[in-house]
C-alpha cells in the first residue's frame, strides 16, 4: 500500500494530464520533494515498468537495467539501444526511470531516439535536470508549503509532520502551545516532506525543542548521526558506503559485530528512517542519505567495510574451487560478493584474495545458470591485473565458459587465449593448457564443429594424461561421440569419465555421463532404459542443487516422459546453451498437443537465435521440429527447404543420426508430391542408422515411409553421407524459380514473416501475438534482419518490402 501523497494533487493532475499528451514525461524537482511517490500515485493504475536508476552512472548500466525490468535482453549480436526500443514497441507499458542521472548517463538523446524509432513506448523520468530533448514535456514538483508567521499552523507540511511523529511513537504534539517550535521546525526543513519526516522521527525521539532545526537534508542526516549512539553512528557511515542492499550477515561481518547485535543497530536505524528494509528483509538506503552518509564515512570506515566485506565472501565461497550448488546461501547477496570480489581484486596487495573468490564462487554461479554475472565478475577481475598465475588462467577460462553461453559460443575465445598467457607462467603449464583445451573443445561441441572438438579434448588428454581435466575432457569425448552415433566409443568414454568413488569435486560430470548413456540408450530403442536412467539422474541433481544438469536432463525426460511433472524455469533468464534445448522441447509438446502454428512459431525463434549464438546441435534439432511443423501445416516448400538446411547441416557436422531425421522429413515431403524417390530417401536414412543400431524415435517416426531396398549409390559413401549428397538430394526438389531474385533472398523463412509484417504496420507485440512467438523473438529477428540487409530502421525494411512485392507484380 503506497504512503499518502499530502498536498499534491495539482502536481499529480499535472503528471497525468502530462502522461496522456506526451510519451516522454520528466519529473524534475529537488531531492526530497517526494517525486518518486508521486509518481507511483499517478502509474499506480497503469501497468508499469519500473527501473531504480538511483545508482546507475553509465548508459549501458541503464540499459541493461530497463532490459531486466521489462524482461527482455539482447540477443547475440544485438545492440542495448536496438534491444530497448523494440522490447518497448507496440507494449502497454509505461517505462519509469526512477533517480535518473541525465548529466552522467547520458541517456537523452537516447531517449529520444528510442522514441523516433517506435510508435508507441512511453517513459517517465524522475531527476534533478531536464533533458532539454524535443519530445520531453516536464512536470516541476516543488516543496510542500511551509505555514508563514501569520497564516494558521495547518496544510500538507503539518499533516505529515504530524503523521510522522505519531508513527515514531513520540508524544502527540499541541500545536497551540508548541506552535513556535512547529513552526521553526517546518521552515527549516524548506518544506522538502524527506526532510520533514526526517525532522519528525528526531522530534520523537528527542522532544520539539530539542530537535535540531536543519536546512538541508545534509544537515538532517548530519543530525540524526550527533544524535546515534555510537555503534549506529558506525553503521550508518558504513552502509552508506556500499550501493546495494545487503542481508544480516554482511552487516555482521562490515560492522564486526554479532548478528544479533547488528539486527539491534539495524532496527534502530529503520527506526529512525534512515535505513529502509526490502521485501527480502535485505537493509538498504535511499540514495540522498547515502550520499550524506557516505561523505561522514571516515578511513577507519572504509578499511572495515573492505575488510568485512572480503572476510564474509571468503567465509561463505565454497571451499573448494569446483564444488558449488544452485542453492547456495550467499547468492542472496550477490551484490555483495561481487563487491567484495571486485574491491579486492583493484589492490595489488588483495588481488590474490579476490581472484580466489571469484574462482571459488564459479560452480555455484554456473550450476545455478547465472551466465551473465559470472562474466561479469570474471572480467572485471582479470581487467583490474594479473593475478597468481594458476588462479588467473582459470579465471580466464571461467570466464570464456560464461562468455561464450551469454553473448555466443565463440565470444569466449579471447579468454581462453588469455588463459593460456597465463598458463605459460603457472607451476604446471601443461596442466593449465590442458584445461584450456577441454574448454575450447566444449565451445567446439556446441559449435557443432565435431572433429574439432575431438581434437582439443584428445590435446587436453595429450598435454596432462593423468591430471584433474581428464574426466571432463573424456566427458566430452562421450558427447562427441554419441552425436556421431559412435555408441561403442560413447559408452567406453563415459565408463572412462565416471569416477571411481563418489566425491563433491565436479559432481556434475557423472550425473552429465550418464545423461548421456540415457541417450544412447533412447537413439538404440532401449525406451524403459532411457527413462529410468534420466530419472535417477534429475531427481540425484535436484537432491545436489545442480540445477543446470539437471534442467537438461529433465528436458530430455520430458520428451520420454509425458506424464513426468517438469520444474517450473524463466526461461528467460537462462543462459542461451540451456534456454534453446528447453525451448525446443517446448516446441515438441506444442507440436504433440496439436498446436502446430505455434510450435513452427518456436521452433523458428530457435533457429534465428541458435544460429546467432552458434550453437549448431540446437540449430539443427530445431529445424527437424520446423519441418515436422510445417509439413503439419501444409506448407511443403519452406519444410522442405528447412529440412534441406538441416541435413547440408549434419553433413558438415558430422551428425548422422539427425542427417537420418532430416531425410526421414524429406522422405515425408516427397511423398505428399508424389515425388519417386521418396523411398530412395527413406532408403538413405535407414542406411545411415543401421550400421549404428539406431532406430527411429519421436516425430521422426511419424514419416513411415517404406524405404526402397538400398539408398542410392551415389548419396552414401560408407556409412555416410558423401560429399555431393545434399548437392543430389536438393536437386530432387528442384523446381524453376518464376520470381526475379531480391536482397529478401538472404532472409530465412521466419524472417520473411517478421518483415512483412512490418511493411504492414505491425509493432513487435503485434507480429508476436499474430506468430505465436514472443516480442523478444520478434526483436530478435529483426536484428538478424537489420544486420543482414545493412540497414537500422522499421522504415527502410518496409520500403525494401514494398518494392519486392511491386517487382514481383509487375
Not at 565470444?411 to 597465463?422: F, M, N
Request: aromatic share 4%.
Amino acid at each position: 500500500m503506497l504512503s499518502p501523497c499530502l498536498g499534491r494533487d495539482d502536481v499529480q493532475r499535472a503528471l497525468g494530464e502530462a502522461l496522456d499528451e506526451s510519451r516522454w514525461v520528466t519529473v524534475v524537482g529537488p531531492p526530497g520533494s517526494g517525486k518518486t511517490l508521486i509518481v507511483r500515485h499517478v502509474a499506480a493504475a497503469r501497468q508499469t515498468s519500473w527501473v531504480d536508476a538511483r545508482n546507475l552512472r553509465t548508459l549501458d548500466d541503464l540499459l541493461v537495467a530497463a532490459l531486466e525490468s521489462l524482461d527482455s535482453e539482447t540477443a547475440p549480436g544485438d545492440s542495448l539501444t536496438g534491444a530497448l526500443g523494440r522490447a518497448v514497441d507496440g507494449r502497454d507499458c509505461l517505462l519509469v526511470l526512477d533517480g535518473l542521472d541525465l548529466d552522467a548517463t547520458e541517456a537523452g538523446p537516447v531517449l529520444q531516439t528510442m522514441l523516433d524509432t517506435t510508435t508507441d513506448a512511453r517513459v517517465v523520468v524522475t531527476a534533478l535536470t531536464m533533458a532539454d530533448q524535443p519530445h520531453e514535456s516536464v512536470v516541476r514538483v516543488g516543496p510542500l508549503p511551509v505555514p508563514s508567521h501569520r497564516a494558521p499552523l495547518e496544510g500538507p507540511a503539518v499533516d505529515l509532520f504530524l503523521r510522522r511523529i505519531r508513527a515514531a511513537g513520540g508524544h502527540p504534539v499541541d500545536l497551540d502551545q508548541q506552535d513556535h517550535e512547529v513552526r521553526r521546525l517546518l521552515g527549516a526543513t524548506g518544506g522538502l516532506p524527506l526532510l520533514i519526516e526526517q525532522v519528525a522521527v528526531q522530534s520523537a525521539l528527542v522532544g520539539l525543542g530539542n530537535a535540531m532545526a536543519t536546512v538541508s537534508l545534509d544537515e538532517a542526516v548530519d543530525s540524526a548521526h550527533d544524535l546515534l549512539d555510537d555503534d549506529s553512528a558506525t553503521a550508518l557511515r558504513r552502509i552508506g558506503l556500499l550501493g546495494f542492499p545487503i542481508g544480516l550477515g554482511v552487516l555482521a561481518r562490515v560492522l564486526d559485530q554479532p548478528a544479533p547485535r547488528a539486527a539491534e543497530v539495524a532496527g534502530n536505524l529503520v527506526r529512525r528512517s534512515l535505513v529502509e528494509v526490502a521485501a527480502d528483509g535485505r537493509f538498504d538506503m535511499l540514495s540522498p542519505i547515502r550520499g550524506r552518509a557516505r561523505a561522514l564515512a571516515r578511513p577507519e570506515d572504509v578499511v572495515a567495510v573492505e575488510s568485512g566485506l572480503l572476510a564474509w565472501a571468503d567465509d561463505h565461497a565454497p571451499a573448494h574451487d569446483n564444488y558449488g550448488a544452485a542453492d547456495a546461501d550467499w547468492l542472496k547477496d550477490l551484490p555483495a560478493m561481487r563487491h567484495a570480489v571486485l574491491t579486492a581484486c583493484a589492490k595489488p596487495e588483495t588481488r590474490a584474495d579476490g581472484y580466489s573468490v571469484a574462482n571459488r564462487i564459479f560452480s555455484s554461479l554456473y550450476t545455478s545458470m547465472r551466465a551473465r554475472d559470472a562474466v561479469e565478475i570474471l572480467e572485471a577481475a582479470l581487467s583490474s591485473g594479473d593475478g597468481p598465475p594458476a588462479i588467473g588462467a582459470q579465471i580466464a577460462r571461467r570466464a570464456g565458459i560464461a562468455a561464450s553461453e551469454v553473448r555466443g559460443t565463440y565470444e569466449g575465445l579471447w579468454l581462453l587465449e588469455r588463459a593460456d598467457e597465463h598458463a605459460s607462467s603457472a607451476p604446471s603449464p601443461d596442466e593449465q593448457l590442458a584445461k584450456t583445451a577441454s574448454i575450447r573443445a566444449e565451445m567446439h561441441l556446441d559449435a557443432g564443429e565435431m572433429e574439432l572438438a575431438e581434437r582439443e579434448a584428445r590435446r587436453a588428454l595429450d598435454l596432462d594424461p593423468e591430471g584433474s581435466i581428464r574426466r571432463q575432457a573424456t566427458r566430452t569425448l562421450a558427447d562427441v561421440f554419441t552425436s556421431q552415433g559412435r555408441f561403442a566409443e560413447a559408452a567406453q568414454a563415459a565408463g572412462d569419465a565416471l569416477p571411481a568413488r563418489m566425491s563433491r569435486d565436479e559432481r556434475w560430470i557423472g550425473l552429465s555421463v550418464r545423461t548421456l548413456l540415457a541417450r544412447i540408450a533412447l537413439e538404440q530403442g532401449r525406451i524403459a532404459e532411457a527413462v529410468a536412467g534420466t530419472r535417477a539422474v534429475v531427481v540425484e541433481a535436484r537432491e545436489l542443487a545442480e540445477d543446470r544438469v539437471c534442467l537438461l536432463a529433465e528436458t530430455l525426460l520430458r520428451g520420454l516422459d509425458p506424464a513426468w511433472e517438469a520444474s517450473d524455469v524463466d526461461r528467460q533468464s537462462l543462459p542461451w546453451a540451456v534456454r534453446l534445448p528447453v525451448l525446443t522441447q517446448d516446441g515438441r509438446d506444442l507440436l504433440h498437443r496439436g498446436d502446430l502454428r505455434q510450435a513452427a512459431g518456436l521452433a523458428a525463434d530457435v533457429v534465428a537465435l541458435a544460429d546467432s549464438a552458434r550453437l549448431g546441435r540446437d540449430s539443427v534439432e530445431a529445424r527437424l521440429l520446423l519441418g515436422r511443423a510445417l509439413v503439419g501445416l501444409g506448407d511443403l516448400d519452406q519444410a522442405t527447404t528447412t529440412y534441406l538446411t538441416a541435413l547440408e547441416n549434419c553433413r558438415t557436422m558430422r551428425l548422422p543420426l539427425r542427417a537420418a531425421d532430416a531425410l526421414d522429413g524429406l522422405a515425408g515431403v516427397a511423398r505428399e508430391r508424389d515425388l519417386p524417390e521418396a523411398r530412395a530417401l527413406a532408403a538413405t536414412a535407414f542406411a545411415l542408422r543401421t550400421p549404428r543400431l539406431a532406430v527411429r524415435w519421436g516425430y521422426s517416426a511419424d514419416y513411415d515411409v517404406v524405404p526402397a531396398s538400398r539408398a542410392p549409390a551415389a548419396w552414401i559413401d560408407g556409412d555416410d553421407l558423401s560429399a555431393d549428397s545434399v548437392t543430389l538430394i536438393t536437386g530432387v526438389f528442384n523446381r524453376t524459380a518464376s520470381a526475379p531474385p531480391s536482397v529478401l533472398d538472404q532472409l530465412t523463412a521466419a524472417e520473411r514473416q517478421v518483415a512483412e509484417r512490418v511493411a504492414h504496420g505491425l509493432t513487435s507485440r503485434a507480429i508476436a501475438e499474430e506468430l505465436f512467438v514472443s516480442p523478444r523473438t520478434v526483436d530478435a529477428h529483426l536484428t538478424h534482419i537489420y544486420r543482414k540487409l545493412d540497414i537500422n530502421t522499421r522504415a527502410r525494411l518496409a520500403g525494401l518490402v514494398t518494392e519486392h512485392s511491386h517487382r514481383t507484380n509487375a
